[in-house]
T-cell receptor, first 115, second 111 residues
Framework: NAGVTQTPKFRILKIGQSMTLQCTQD?????MYWYRQDPGMGLKLIYY???????DKGEVPNGYNVSRSTTEDFPLRLELAAPSQTSVYFC??????????????FGQGTRLTVV | KQEVTQIPAALSVPEGENLVLNCSFT??????LQWFRQDPGKGLTSLLL?????REQTSGRLNASLDKSSGRSTLYIAASQPGDSATYLC??????????FGEGTQLTVNP
């Protein structure tokens, strides 16, 4: 059982470049999330989705975009990368509270450096 | 706005000691609270999830308690081992299934 899979694991971008971080889950979770974690800090929510076709901003959405065309996939798009976006990015998924167990499962992370 | 605080930020103990990690949150209107473990350079592994109606959860040497009215949770680790060395994060789920994280407690268990 793969759980939550993120690609790539590492990436170096130049300022102004764009890229997409991929995330897929095979647990049929309706909720998916993108977080970023800066060194020595907790995780901050970038965007989340409560189901296919529905996305919403989290705490730190500026500079990012997302889409949710299927239940399984939730890609995160960085446009015009900036040094402030250097971070480790985590994708997560869970069931909604109405479905009972809302335990969140996380991918292994993508370490992004913008130079 | 929900805020989550974890104390202490770092903790170093000798092997075999029992220890307590603390988590506090400002808004008691939570659905659940979850404790995670994060190893260096790795993702998060869920340890325990306590629903808002529960008082505690146990898994092996780990016991997590929740006092929703006072906005506090503790993670108790019994008979600590070097393999327990990691960063421990607590997160609360509020409306919209949004998790708000604390900054973590970095635990080192010395042989």
């Amino acid at each position: 059982n793969a759980g939550v899979t993120q690609t790539p694991k590492f990436r170096i971008l130049k300022i102004g470049q764009s890229m997409t971080l991929q995330c897929t889950q095979d647990m049929n979770h309706n909720y998916m999330y993108w977080y970023r974690q800066d060194p020595g800090m907790g995780l901050k929510l970038i965007y989340y989705s409560v189901g296919a076709g529905i996305t919403d901003k989290g705490e730190v959405p500026n500079g990012y975009n997302v889409s949710r065309s299927t239940t399984e996939d939730f890609p995160l798009r960085l446009e015009l990368a900036a040094p402030s976006q250097t971070s480790v990015y985590f994708c997560a998924s869970s069931y909604s509270f109405s479905k009972g167990n809302t335990e969140a499962f996380f991918g292994q992370g993508t370490r992004l450096t913008v130079v | 706005k929900q805020e989550v605080t974890q104390i202490p930020a770092a903790l170093s103990v000798p092997e075999g000691e029992n220890l307590v990690l603390n988590c506090s949150f400002t808004d008691s209107a939570i659905y659940n609270l979850q404790w995670f473990r994060q190893d260096p350079g790795k993702g998060l592994t869920s340890l325990l999830l306590i629903q808002s109606s529960q008082r505690e959860q146990t898994s092996g040497r780990l016991n997590a308690s929740l006092d929703k009215s006072s906005g506090r949770s503790t993670l108790y680790i019994a008979a600590s081992q070097p393999g327990d060395s990691a960063t421990y994060l607590c997160a609360v789920e509020t409306s919209g299934s949004r998790l708000t994280f604390g900054e973590g407690t970095q635990l080192t268990v010395n042989p």
